[in-house]
C-alpha cells in the first residue's frame, strides 16, 4: 500500500533528537531558539514565535488581539476545522465565505461579509497555494472599511483597522511577488503537524509583521511569556544558580514548543530547500503531465506570475462527477494499493457547524470544489515508480 504522507525520519533526525535528550536540556531552550532564528532567516521576518501547534498559535494571537464574544472573523468555508473552533474558543463568530475556483478565499465574497463586528480575516493558503494578499491588503486598508471597524481595546485602538491573521498552515516556503510566505500578512502561523510539508510531530510558528507603531521584538518577548503561563522566567533561566525567583503577569498560556521538537524541525528546516521543495514539485509536475491533457482532470494551479506554491497537498478535481462518485471513485484508488485523501470536508458539512446553522448551499464554489476533489500522495520518499501507480490507479478508477 502506498502510503499518503509519512514523515521522513532518517538517522540525520534520529541524531538530533537524541543529542537534545542526552543533552540535559529537553524542553524550551537553546534549540527552539535556534528553530526560530532558522526561520526567521528563511521567511525574512525578523520575529519568529514558536509555539506547540498551528491551532494554538493562531488562538494566542485572537487573545492577545482580544477577540471575544461579539465580534466576528472572517474564515473561509474550505478549510480545516481548527480555523474556526480556535475562533469558537474565543467566544466569537466565525463567519464563513465562500472560495475561488483555486481554493483561496474570495476577496469580494470577504468585503461583503465585513460588518462594523468584523474584528479578524482568516485567509488560508490551501495546499500551499497563496491568497490574494494585494486585494486582501488594500481591502482592510480602505477608508470605508476602516470607518466601520469599531475598536474595543488599546490594540485594537492602535491597529485602527481589521488584523490580517493569514492560517499558513500549509505554506511554508511558499512565495507571493517572489517573496516567502510569512510576510504578506500582520500575522502568520504555520503549522508543523506530523502530515505538513515540514514536521516537528506537533508545532508551530507566528510570524510578527505588525505595522508601525508595533513594536514585533518586544511583541515577541510577551508572546513568550504569554504562551508560558505569563511566567517572567523560563524555566532554563530558573536553572541558573540564585535565579529561582519568579513572577506570573497574566494568566497565560501553556503552548509553549519543546527543544526535542525543534531538533526535528532544524533538520527538516537545513534541507527543506535544497531536497524537499525541489521533490514535492517533481511529484506535482508529474501528475500535472500525465493529467493535463486527459478531459476527464481537472489540475489544480500551483505556479503563476505572482504566485509559486509550497507543493503541500496535490488537489485533483474529476470532471462531471458527483459527491458519490468521487467517493467510489476514491474507494476503487484503494483497492489499488494507492492511498488518497480529501482536503477538506467544508466546515458547514461537519455536524458542529452545521447544527451552528451554517449551511453548505451558501457556498456553492467551496462544494464544487470539495464534491470533486481527491489528494494524491506527495512526499520526499515518494518514488518515481510510486508516482507512476498511482497515475495508473486514478486513471484506472476513473471509468468514466
Ligand atoms: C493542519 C492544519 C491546521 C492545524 O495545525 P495544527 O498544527 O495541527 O494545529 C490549521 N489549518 C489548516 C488549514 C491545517 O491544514
New binding site residues.
Partial sequence: MIPFSPPRIDDRTLEEVCATLKSGWITTGPRVRKFEEMLSDYCKVNNVLCV???????ELMLHWFGVGPGDEVIVPAY?????ANVVVHCGATPVMVDVKEDFGIDVEAVRRAITPKTKVIMP???AGFPCDYDELNQLVREDAVRQMFTPTNEIQRQLGRILLLE?A??SLGARYHGQPLGTQADLA?????A??NLTTA???AICLNLPHPFDNEALYKQLKIKSLHGQSKDALSKTQAGNWRYDVTEAGYKCNMTDVLAAIGIVELERYDSETLPRRKQIFDAYSNAFRNDSRFQIPTYETAEKQSSYHVYPLRINNITEQQRDEIMQRIFQLEVSVNV??IPLPMLSFYRNAGYNIQNYPVTYDNFSREISLPVYYNLSDQQVQTVIEAVRQAVTL
Fill in positions: 506547540s501547534s498551528n491551532s494554538a498559535g493562531m478549510t480545516y476545522c481548527a480555523t488560508v493558503d490551501i492560517d498552515a500549509h502561523v504555520f503549522s508543523f503537524h502530515v505538513k506537533e508545532g508551530g482536503h477538506f
